[in-house]
């Protein structure tokens, strides 16, 4: 395997990418140790990339099944209190969230 | 037609793709089974599944890709026997799990092609790039609280049907027509209702600038929210004019998703969307590839059912109605479908009139539509029966007619009870007329001694006499015998 340091396969600016989709807030020690920890893990991963995998196709699945369909029917639902359950915030059958408006 | 837009020294030619978003017509979501009825209470449709719940599995709904199917052979579409489910990755407060099921690099469906019908009488046909299947977001709801959303997960993974057009439309009047063609043909095939107001059909438009004759397209922007026939005409009038004046003061077009407002009556840029293009998409690990076998396939295309423009052709053919009137026809399935019944044993020009001018002139008057019209299609091809075969005048059938209208009774019941059957016979119109005769000599001797204009006069007089259900033709005869 090939041992090589985080800080070549990572930067801080897609660290903050990352988080930022991620909506997670770091503070620069954070982020600095996710450098290199994310770094290592895409180094490990990228020892994958020495296979040749032209003209192979993508594996979708490794058990060898199919997809199975649901017949069309109404079977679940009608449960609006399990549903609100661990909502914070209710109100007339609704989650109530801060508002969030374009 | 405006295909293009007028700047200072060029002229600018409108560039449309479209995205269309239909939800498809079934019982329960595309991968739970939550119904999917418009206009429950609030949350009451919602599964463990569409709520994000930890360890809930997905398992795809079988008429959601059956109905998919079907829509890509009406789009004359390739039909893709692999199809990938992947996430798309996104965080908003209607999407509990964080991420959308959708297709992404193998939709069920690739290139097709419809026609569309201008204005101006043309035909265009406009590429389809892909329909891809997906789920759709919960629903928020701004103005319960001043300071609060609300969110309502009912709509929460209903499938929809993304339909993806070329670039090919170009001007406001071409986009409509488009999205008219599609909704008809979505409704045709029972796939989608096309109801544009709950929101089961809603379109984006992506708009760019090119000058006339250019090759390369222009930097697009995509408009959100665009959500009826009438918004799409101002949505696109508005970034035309938007981008024409950036190009002309020397700008450059921002890519970016833009908000159509249709109170401020402008489009305005997205921020929620600054990171709308990193989705980071991948393989579904929760679902297999979806395989389609050709024989299923073939088989529901044998079930296909008449399309739009082939039922515009044959009511002209089979029923010899104009081109304009067939159109008119067949733009709503259900008003094809009532035409049809009602034309059924009747004079097919004479009921095509009484549903055209009459009927819809009536409902539209109440705001109503013809599902919920009092009037069966058999009740007005009775209507027609009654005037064809002389029971009854066409004076006195638009009175019966708006009897009909209002009670829902049947004209002969009408005709019947209000003694309104035309009198055709001879003996009674002549006795009806020697009276008028006898009544007005002097304007007998006036128009035996020329004055031919007053014959009008004296058909009127016996009319009159009849309440009307004398038969104006047997009138006129008998009248010119008898001066």
């Known amino acids: 395997m090939n041992e090589r340091k985080g800080q070549d396969n ?18 620069d020690t954070q982020e600095e140790r996710l450098v290199e920890q994310l770094g290592n893990i ?49 109100a007339e059958g609704y989650f109530v969230i801060s508002k969030v408006v374009e | 037609m405006s295909t293009v837009i007028q700047g200072e020294d060029a002229v600018w030619e409108i560039v449309i793709g479209m995205e269309v978003h239909a939800q498809v017509t079934a019982e329960s979501k595309l991968f739970s089974g939550a119904a999917t009825a418009f206009g429950a209470e609030p949350n009451s449709q919602v599964s463990f599944i569409d709520a994000g719940m930890p360890g809930m599995l997905p398992t795809l709904n079988r008429v959601a890709v059956q109905q998919a199917v079907r829509t890509g052979l009406g789009l004359n579409a390739q039909v893709n026997h692999v199809s990938v489910f992947a996430r798309k990755n996104y965080f908003y407060p209607d999407l509990p799990t964080g991420y959308q099921i ?14 569309i019908d201008l204005p101006d009488g043309k035909v265009k046909t406009i590429g389809i790039t892909r329909l891809h299947l997906e789920q759709d977001a919960g629903k928020s709801i701004h103005d319960m609280h001043p300071t609060k959303s609300y969110i309502d997960l009912n709509r929460a993974g209903c499938a929809l049907m993304e339909i993806v057009s070329e670039p090919d439309i170009r001007g406001p009047d071409e986009a409509t027509a488009y999205l008219s063609k599609l909704r008809m043909i979505l409704q045709y095939l029972g796939t989608c209702n096309g109801n544009m107001e709950e929101g089961s059909m809603r379109a984006d438009v992506n708009l760019s600038l090119r000058k006339l004759g250019d ?35 020397g700008g450059e077009v921002v ?34 590839p979806l395989e389609l076998e050709s024989e299923w396939v073939n088989s529901l295309k044998e079930t296909l059912p008449e ?21 008119v026809l067949i733009a709503e399935r259900s008003r094809a479908d009532y035409y049809e019944k009602a034309a059924n044993g009747q004079d097919p020009k004479l009921v095509a009139n009484w549903l055209l001018n009459e009927l819809l002139g009536a409902l539209n008057k109440e705001n109503t539509l ?42 002969s019941d009408i005709v019947e009870e209000k003694g309104l059957k ?62």
């Open chain 1, 10 to 27: 990572m930067d801080r600016k897609t660290v903050k990418k990352v988080a930022r989709l991620a909506r997670l807030e770091l503070n």
């Open chain 1, 42 to 90: 895409i180094g490990f991963v990228e020892t994958l990339s020495e296979v040749d995998t032209n003209n192979v196709e993508p594996l979708a699945s490794v058990v060898d099944n199919e997809l199975r369909l649901r017949e069309d029917k109404v079977v679940d639902g009608g449960q609006q209190d399990a549903v609100l359950k661990n909502a914070p915030e209710t």
């Open chain 2, 102 to 115: 959708s297709q992404y690099e193998h939709p069920i469906i690739g290139e097709g092609a419809i026609e």
């Open chain 2, 215 to 249: 090759e390369k397209f222009g930097t697009r922007a995509e408009i959100k929210n665009v959500n009826s026939i009438k918004a799409v005409q101002q949505a696109i009038e508005y970034e035309a004019a938007r981008q024409l004046e950036i190009l002309e003061n």
């Open chain 2, 255 to 288: 890519q970016e998703t833009r908000l159509w407002d249709p109170v401020k009556m402008e489009t305005r840029s997205m921020r929620s969307k600054e990171d709308a293009h990193d989705y980071r998409y991948f393989p579904d690990p929760d679902l297999l």
């Open chain 2, 307 to 327: 399309l739009p423009d082939q039922k515009k052709h044959r009511f002209m053919e089979e029923y010899g109605l104009s081109l304009y009137d067939s159109s």
């Open chain 2, 370 to 411: 013809l599902d919920d019209s009092k009037v069966s299609a058999e009740q007005l091809g009775e209507l027609v029966g009654l005037i064809d075969d002389n029971t009854i005048s066409g004076k006195i059938a638009k009175d019966v007619f708006a009897i009909m209208v209002e009670t829902g009774k049947s004209p």
């Open chain 2, 422 to 483: 035309q009198v055709t016979d001879t003996g009674a119109i002549e006795t009806l007329i020697d009276q008028v005769i006898a009544e007005n000599p002097d304007n007998v001797a006036a128009y035996r001694g020329g004055k031919d204009k007053l014959f009008g006069f004296f058909v009127g007089q016996v009319m009159k006499k009849s309440q009307g259900k004398a038969n104006p033709a047997m009138v006129n005869q008998i009248l010119k015998k008898k001066l």
